[in-house]
């Protein structure tokens, strides 16, 4: 007797057990059960369950196995010895301007290729290290041709829907004009000029054309159209967008760049066969491309040519990080570690770029699943002062804040407290434990403890009326049966008169009329018909029920949305309007309540014809209101701190020559602040000198908050290429790559807030906050998704002295639905 015979399993528990079993693993199962092995006997139910229990805690069983490859190209050599440069014909700047220097050659390409290779091949990244998987190409074998041949096969043509690829590039980098361009403008002899990337193929000092970021876009996109995973890293100057279409400069480093190719390439922007823009990439909602670049779109990338053995100062830096970091790190964690390591090694004026999908910048390097919701830190410096991370105000890093090591290997589980901010975006750290442990730049810290950073308050009332619900549900019903005529939204409608509670009894009080008449403490409907005229329009605003009143105080001291006893303090108070399922409330603006201000005709539900601050929120029924108005109070406190931002640090006051202007794209005239914009018109956001323009760049960004109080960044919509004035042009006026838009509803006052910054922000979309009214006149934008970051958290913490590195500017329009 089979000893498995003693497995017990009724037909309710094994029809409970296959109804769980995945169909791919089921199909194993039956098959073999169909086909048992030789000499192995068990019983039916013995095989049902150990097969079922096989597949219950093993992964679904996949169709084929997810390929790893790369395609790694290196180039030192780009003009042999004994060679001469040739000149296309009518080419007579750039390279190829007479006595320009000859096409120096460079010293650690073909070395980072190996050292990518080892990494990739690594235990720790898995890539198979043989011919099938790693594809080397280097030297005089990665001509023009050789490397578009390349990466058609290698990154399209043999991989498979779901395989991981990798495209490494070191070499050189360019520019190359196209006056069709719809790209960045460089400053070439004070003359605007429209370039777009290049990498620099071996044979180019033959003539041969430069490969064109443009090019590169249309193999990526072939790649991920078929489903492929697809992480581009490009160690070459003028890397920052690479993907979207030199001479000695120090004892130590080599600039890897040539000088720009001056023959007009005049090709107009690819188009979808709808004559809509090609997305780039990064930019795909479906599989974006993520794209790792050494420097920003303006910068050049070194090496170190008398290192042993020589190498890329961007490549040492990544590959460091790969190997101090886990597999599965988000690439933005190990991006901020790489950017972190240039500017410790002294390459401050070499930044990389991250670009991509937030989704696909959420996940490794190199593709899976990553350790995703944890925030991180990296340390800059150590000295005297403390431990300088690269975090702090704007990723809502506050004083107590605790990080821990993340560092793999490390023996000791060093923490960190934040004791002081160091600008907006990087704070000072001592250690916490062990007592006396050591910590070194470049290590990365993971939060361990979060003390939000304050924020300014807003504050709100709400009246006390000594009534319970049901008291109030009586008068509601007394008021809709009296044939009355209610108005439904007093921030939309006129109203003549308003009846309110003022804490003992029911009042009337005319529009715009001071003082108030009293009902008293009880109303009917026959009071109501001989105290109002026939004509009368009435705000009938009910007060909370005493339960309601108590659950709506806000006292939490980390919150910026605080409750206040004194109406007068208030920015907003509580409202009331009668709906046909009873009592609905929402938060008034105070100003706009006394005053009875209206949302002009057309304009977006709630919004203000000439403030930023909505006229009210949401109207929210009494049966679900007490945690709904929380939540719609800590979304104005988040638009409160953005607008109040200003008030609280440098302002515009802050050494910037550069304030944010927008130009209308039918006219090119400049929109005036505080004017006008009308449905349908296109703006090109722009940075318009008001001074001299010799200055340190700084990273620039922008936000727009619409009149309905939700905050979306603009600017930059893509990775890097957001730092200004760049170093090779210091022009008066900027246009903002890619920052075009229409206007839209929902119409009202708009804020564009142009927040500038020595130090680059590593989560942009941190900036990001949702309104406190939905819909609107034509329909408005959908919230955006609410992340943790800056003032856009709601929160508060401990105050702490802001340097002057950084500044801030808005610029008001008033958007409306059409030309009067």
């Not at 916490?432 to 403890?449: N, R």
């Not at 008030?647 to 006219?667: F, I, K, M, N």
């Amino acid at each position: 007797m089979n000893s498995y015979d003693s497995l017990k399993w009724g037909p309710t528990r094994v029809g409970e057990l296959l109804s769980s079993i995945p169909y791919n693993c089921l199909d194993v199962v039956l098959q073999f059960l169909d086909f048992p092995l030789p000499g192995v006997y068990i019983s039916m139910s013995a095989a049902w369950a150990l097969l079922a229990a096989f597949c219950l805690f093993a992964p679904t069983l996949p169709m084929s196995a997810q390929s790893k490859s790369a395609l790694l190209i290196g180039i030192d050599t780009y003009q042999p010895a004994n060679t001469t440069v040739k000149h296309p014909p009518g080419a007579t700047t750039g390279r190829f301007a007479p006595g320009a220097p000859l096409f120096n050659n460079l010293a650690g390409p073909t070395y980072d290729v190996a050292s990518m290779r080892d990494v990739l091949t690594s235990s720790k990244f898995g890539f198979p290290n043989d011919d099938q998987h790693i594809h080397v190409l280097e030297n005089g074998a990665a001509t023009r041709a050789g490397i578009l041949e390349a990466m058609n096969k290698y990154l399209v043509d043999q991989p498979k829907k779901g395989d991981i690829v990798v495209l490494y590039v070191a070499g050189h980098g360019s520019l190359r004009v196209n006056s069709k361009s719809n790209k960045q403008s460089f400053d070439f002899g004070g003359k605007p000029t429209p370039l777009e990337n290049t990498i620099v193929p071996a044979d180019a000092y033959l003539g041969t054309e430069d490969i064109r970021d443009r090019e590169l876009a249309r193999i990526f996109n072939k790649a991920l159209d078929k489903g492929i995973r697809l992480t581009a890293i490009f160690d070459t100057c003028h890397s920052g967008g690479t993907a979207r279409g030199g001479p000695d400069i120090g004892p130590r480093t080599t600039v890897r760049m040539l000088a720009y190719d001056p023959r007009d390439i005049a090709e107009a922007p690819d188009l979808n066969p709808d004559g809509t823009p090609v997305i780039a990439p990064e930019d795909r909602k479906d599989n974006a491309a993520l794209v790792l670049g050494a420097t920003q779109v303006d910068q050049k990338a070194k090496e170190l040519p008398d290192a042993s053995p020589p190498h890329g100062v961007f490549t040492m830096a990544l590959i460091d990080a790969l190997q101090a970091l886990p597999a599965n790190i988000p690439a933005i964690d190990l991006w901020k570690r790489v950017q972190v390591d240039l500017e410790v090694q002294g390459f401050s004026d070499q930044q990389p770029v991250l670009d991509g999908s937030k989704q696909r910048k959420e996940q490794p390097l190199f593709g899976g699943e990553a350790d995703k919701g944890k925030v991180r830190a990296a340390v800059v410096s150590v000295d005297e002062d403390g431990i300088l991370l690269d975090i702090g105000k704007v990723a809502d890093i506050g004083i107590g804040s605790e990080f821990v090591v993340l560092a793999q290997g490390r023996g000791d589980k060093v923490t960190l407290r934040i004791t002081a901010a160091s600008g907006i975006n990087r704070s000072l750290a001592t250690v916490v434990s062990p007592a006396g442990a050591k910590v070194s730049p470049k290590e990365v810290f993971e939060l361990s403890k979060w003390v939000p950073a304050e924020k300014p308050s807003l504050y709100f009332w709400t009246p006390a009326s000594h009534l319970t619900q049901a008291q109030v549900a009586s008068a509601v019903s007394e008021a809709r049966s009296s044939g009355i005529r209610l108005v439904n939204d007093p921030s939309l409608e006129a109203y003549t008169h308003l009846i309110s509670w003022d804490g003992a009894q029911w009042t009337l009080q005319k529009a715009g009329v001071r003082g108030a008449d009293p009902l008293g403490a009880s109303l009917t409907s026959a009071l109501l018909q001989r105290k109002l005229p026939k004509d009368a329009v009435v705000w009938f605003n009910p007060p909370p029920p005493d339960d309601l009143a108590v659950q709506l105080q806000m006292n939490n001291p980390q919150s910026a949305a605080q409750s206040t006893a004194n109406e007068f303090q208030a920015m907003y108070v509580l409202a009331g309007i009668v709906t046909d399922a009873g009592p609905a409330y929402g938060w008034y603006n105070r100003g706009d309540l006394i005053a009875g201000r209206q949302t002009p005709v057309g304009y977006g539900k709630g919004c203000s014809p000439d403030s930023p601050y909505p006229i009210r929120t949401n109207w929210i029924a009494s049966s679900d209101a007490a945690t709904t108005l929380k939540q719609l109070a800590e979304k104005l406190a988040k638009l409160n701190g953005w607008l109040q931002l200003q008030s609280s640090v440098t302002g515009d006051d802050s050494g910037y020559p550069y304030h944010l202007a927008l130009q209308r794209v039918s006219d090119q005239t400049a929109a005036e602040d505080k004017g006008p914009t009308f449905k349908g018109e296109s703006y090109q956001m722009m940075l318009q000198a008001r001074g001299d323009t010799r200055t340190n760049p700084r990273w620039v960004y922008v936000l727009a908050v619409d009149c309905q109080g939700s905050g979306q960044l603009l600017f930059p919509t893509q990775g890097g290429n957001n730092r200004f004035p760049q170093e090779n042009g210091r022009l008066e006026q900027i246009a903002l790559p890619g920052a075009k838009f229409r206007i839209t509803p929902p119409f009202g006052t708009d804020t564009y807030v142009l927040l500038s910054t020595s130090t680059q922000l590593s989560n942009p979309d941190a900036l990001n906050f949702e309104g406190v009214v939905r819909g609107g006149a034509g329909g408005g934008s959908s919230p955006l998704e609410n992340l943790l970051g800056s003032t856009s958290a709601g929160t508060r913490g401990s105050m702490a002295e802001m340097p002057t590195d950084w500044g801030i500017e808005y610029l008001q329009m008033h958007s409306q639905p059409a030309k009067p």
